[in-house]
């Protein structure tokens, strides 16, 4: 049985994938890591890029699951979002930190560090340590140059409030691994 996960794991409500997402292994081109803190947004949420329906920016988010939006925050960072649920409606998980297991030295010379915690513990950062960029928006999660392995424990998982957002902040649909040092902030349970 393959490790890789299909499309169709992603064919269900974020607030089921995200979770599940913890401990998986996602990588780009072999340079990755294990997830250990992703966000979920759904079409209903006033903080989601769906919120307002599709426009030529969103379209990914709206469909088919198992693809990756990326988008850029603040005109500065790159950030990847692994599009879930059903075609036409918006649901995404934004990854939000890894723990870097393949490919440090890319990973440090792309992202100008050593410290092996800072290369990866944010969206844009992960981004860049991966060389996730546009050219990755719309491109299969299950097809080259992405690579998503399934977990292989069941890992703890905490939850809580998501960060860096203005609206429905106050959802705890932030999830991240229990203990990890690689999370982009601190979360308790």
């Known amino acids: 049985m393959s490790s890789q996960l299909r499309r169709s794991f992603f064919a269900r409500s974020v607030h089921e994938v995200a979770p599940e997402l913890i401990g998986a292994t996602l990588l780009v081109d072999g340079v990755g890591g294990m997830i250990v803190e992703v966000e979920a947004y759904d079409q209903e949420d006033p903080a ?103 977990r292989t424990t069941e890992p703890e998982i905490v939850q809580g409030p998501r960060i860096g957002i203005t609206r429905a902040a106050e959802l705890p649909w932030r999830y991240g691994l229990a203990g990890s040092r690689f999370l982009s902030r601190p979360l308790r349970p």
């Open 48 to 150: 989601s890029h769906g919120f307002r329906g599709p426009t030529p920016r969103t379209e990914v988010m709206f469909g088919p699951p198992g693809y990756a939006y990326v988008y850029r925050s603040y005109g500065i960072h790159w950030c990847v979002n692994l599009v879930c649920d059903v075609e036409g409606r918006a649901e995404a998980a934004l990854v939000r930190a890894l723990e870097p297991t393949h490919g440090l030295d890319a990973m440090r010379e792309r992202r100008g560090v050593d410290d092996v915690r800072a290369l990866c513990s944010g969206p844009g950062k992960l981004c860049e340590a991966l060389g996730i960029t546009r050219e990755h928006d719309g491109l299969a999660l299950d097809e080259p140059p992405f690579e998503l392995r399934k």
